[in-house]
């Protein structure tokens, strides 16, 4: 599971390898909580365990370090 590096707090946020026949999306992890983020627009499209306000917290920072994460997915799905 490649992560995208670079983005500072308690969460990791990453791509399955399988998954690259999607649309461009992240998930996002932290303890047992995940999430996963549509990046084109960016909005939620799964979560299990974050609450509201921390949903928030994660969109605004997919939003922030929305170009890191697009060229992480980009490298490690060949596009």
């Not at 990453?14 to 627009?41: A, G, T």
């Not at 509201?52 to 929305?66: A, S």
Request: charged share 25%.
């Amino acid at each position: 599971m490649p992560t995208v590096r670079g983005i500072p707090g308690p969460y990791r946020f990453f791509f399955y390898s399988f998954d690259c026949n999607e649309p461009q999306h992240v998930h996002v992890r932290r303890e047992r909580m995940i999430c996963k983020f549509w990046l084109e627009p960016v909005v939620l499209s799964f979560n299990e365990g974050f609450s509201p306000t921390e949903l928030n917290r994660i969109r605004k920072l997919v939003l922030e370090h929305y170009q890191r994460i697009v060229e992480a997915w980009d490298e490690h799905c060949g596009e």
